[in-house]
């Protein structure tokens, strides 16, 4: 048997490919929560800071200026870190669950926490973009209606928003999932985490007995192919779904 054989008879063991889509259900379960919760909090961070304009409201403008710019501009690992050291962990993530331990629970709690509060920075600029695109004249129709700002807000301006940074916010959506695989830096149980401890015990599996070449090519490479399915079919379903709606 040669190397490649070797490597590639990893690939073939039930085991092996069972443990893998558990860290891909991981990742995007991950991904999932930082996306939808970082639409969220991004979505009130930039209306914050592009209408909370006077009085006393400048303040909180300000506070969403703070963020956005110290989280966007800093690097995701960084976060990640400073979370796992100084993030407290509430009672509900110290219990053992979905097959992992206290500790890598409460990691996960963790790292996801830094990737949600990262994306959260970016997804925020996103929606402003779209929000500075409405024009004012949508505002002024809204009023004409007899809608008070809030309802403006909710039935006219955000709508339209939304629709123009469809697919800047499929980048980040993509960008995302990928921003993920830094995770496996601090031992969580997503894809990557989960290749990188199968790499380092490949030659249990690989039949040679020593961790070659041929092995991170083959773990790392059906890895990024992973990667590239999830992502071009998101981005095949956005597409298909925005050329119904045309």
Aim: proline fraction near 2%.
């Amino acid at each position: 048997m040669n190397t490649l054989e070797g490597s590639l008879s990893i690939l073939k063991n039930p085991a092996i490919l069972l443990y893998i889509l558990k860290g891909v259900g991981f990742t995007l379960v991950i991904s999932v929560i930082a996306v939808g919760i970082g639409i969220l909090s991004g979505s009130v961070l930039a209306l914050v800071r592009n209408y909370c304009n006077s009085g006393k409201s400048r303040i909180f403008k300000w506070m969403a200026v703070a963020y956005i710019e110290i989280f966007r501009n800093t690097p995701l690992l960084l976060w990640i870190f400073i979370c796992l050291v100084f993030c407290p962990s509430p009672e509900f993530f110290t219990h053992k669950m979905l097959g992992l331990s206290s500790v890598e629970i409460k990691i996960l709690f963790k790292a996801a926490v830094a990737l949600i509060l990262f994306t959260s920075s970016v997804i925020a600029e996103i929606v402003r973009g779209g929000l500075n695109s409405v024009a004012h004249g949508q505002f002024e129709a809204g009023h004409s209606q007899g809608f008070h700002i809030v309802q403006v807000m909710i039935y006219i301006v955000l709508p339209q928003a939304y629709r123009n940074i469809v697919p800047t916010l499929l980048s980040q959506v993509i960008t995302t999932i990928k921003d993920s695989s830094y995770l496996a830096n601090v031992a969580t149980i997503e894809l990557m985490a989960r290749t990188k401890q199968l790499l380092s015990s490949a030659y249990n599996y690989n039949g040679l007995g020593t961790v070659n070449v041929s092995d991170v090519f083959v773990l790392f490479g059906f890895a990024a192919l992973i990667y590239f399915i999830i992502n071009f079919f998101l981005s095949s379903l956005v597409r298909y779904f925005q050329k119904q709606a045309a």
